[in-house]
């Protein structure tokens, strides 16, 4: 009897193991939940690369995270905060220092011509000592302005009909300029020394006439200067100079 039921039992664990082979090999057994098959861990240790490239433009990526086990919800947090403009804003104009100096010279061109004549000037006649024979005339500017004296002064006393000749070697370089309450001169020879000249005779009013531009035109308004009680004597040799700056130079000749 106890001799059978071993048997029994013999039979039924040969056929239980039977059973569990079968099944491992069908793939319908429960495998051990506490083991570790190698190539899962094999797997566990390698890390999975990002299926997706990172969006060069900044913009967040919206594929799921193939490492860490990510969900497919997770947006990326790499948005550039820069926007790309620099913040140097210079305007590039540099205003220079203004100066007192507006850029105008002193000389704004050539000032425009301004005869002198009896309206803008005294005139006075003098016979000097020297050199005998010889009388000063002297113009001085009472205008505002600068004045020209052209050429010579053309003279002539009472009623003459002649104009004396002016002496060429006095002629000057330029045009005298006179400034306001400034004088400028002419030199008359009223007779010869040595007596050559003739028809002397003795004048008693002298008139001072004034050019222009050009030789022999009008330079306006001529002026009558006083001359000596007992009159001014002249001759035939009667000659003018050029207009002088200088008084010196008006009685070198």
């Given at each position: 009897?106890?001799?059978?039921?071993?048997?029994?039992?013999?039979?039924?664990?040969?056929?239980?193991?039977?059973?569990?082979?079968?099944?491992?090999?069908d793939?319908?057994?429960?495998?051990?939940?506490?083991?570790?098959?190698?190539?899962?861990?094999?797997?566990?240790?390698?890390?999975?690369?990002?299926?997706?490239?990172?969006?060069?433009?900044g913009?967040?990526?919206?594929?799921p995270?193939?490492a860490?086990?990510?969900?497919?919800?997770d947006?990326?947090?790499?948005?550039?905060?820069?926007?790309?403009?620099?913040?140097?804003s210079?305007?590039?104009?540099?205003?220079?220092?203004?100066?007192?100096?507006q850029?105008?010279?002193?000389?704004?061109?050539?000032?425009?011509?301004?005869?002198?004549?009896?309206?803008?000037?005294?005139?006075?006649?003098?016979?000097?000592p020297?050199?005998?024979?010889?009388?000063?005339?002297?113009?001085?500017?009472?205008?505002?302005q600068?004045?020209d004296?052209?050429?010579?002064?053309?003279?002539?006393?009472?009623?003459?009909?002649?104009v004396?000749?002016?002496?060429?070697e006095?002629?000057?370089?330029?045009?005298?300029t006179?400034?306001?309450?400034?004088?400028?001169y002419?030199g008359?020879?009223?007779?010869?020394?040595?007596?050559?000249?003739?028809?002397?005779?003795t004048?008693?009013?002298?008139?001072?006439?004034?050019?222009g531009?050009?030789?022999?035109?009008?330079?306006?308004?001529?002026?009558?200067?006083?001359?000596?009680?007992?009159?001014?004597?002249?001759?035939?040799?009667?000659?003018?100079?050029?207009?002088?700056?200088?008084?010196?130079d008006?009685?070198?000749?």
């Amino acid at each position: 009897m106890r001799s059978s039921r071993l048997r029994l039992l013999a039979a039924a664990g040969i056929t239980l193991a039977t059973l569990s082979l079968t099944a491992c090999q069908d793939g319908t057994g429960t495998g051990d939940e506490g083991a570790s098959a190698p190539n899962a861990t094999a797997t566990a240790d390698t890390p999975t690369a990002p299926s997706s490239k990172p969006a060069t433009d900044g913009a967040p990526s919206n594929g799921p995270s193939q490492a860490g086990g990510g969900t497919s919800g997770d947006k990326g947090s790499g948005n550039g905060s820069g926007d790309g403009h620099g913040s140097g804003s210079g305007s590039g104009k540099e205003k220079g220092t203004e100066g007192t100096d507006q850029g105008k010279g002193s000389d704004d061109g050539p000032r425009p011509f301004a005869a002198c004549n009896g309206s803008n000037t005294t005139v006075t006649a003098q016979p000097v000592p020297r050199p005998l024979n010889h009388m000063l005339i002297t113009v001085r500017n009472t205008g505002s302005q600068a004045c020209d004296l052209t050429y010579y002064p053309v003279l002539r006393f009472d009623e003459m009909q002649w104009v004396p000749q002016p002496i060429a070697e006095s002629k000057p370089q330029a045009v005298v300029t006179i400034d306001p309450g400034e004088s400028a001169y002419a030199g008359v020879l009223l007779a010869a020394a040595d007596g050559s000249g003739d028809g002397g005779t003795t004048g008693h009013r002298l008139t001072v006439g004034f050019q222009g531009r050009t030789p022999d035109s009008s330079g306006g308004p001529s002026a009558l200067p006083s001359l000596p009680a007992k009159g001014v004597y002249y001759d035939s040799t009667l000659a003018v100079t050029y207009w002088q700056q200088s008084m010196d130079d008006a009685l070198t000749y």
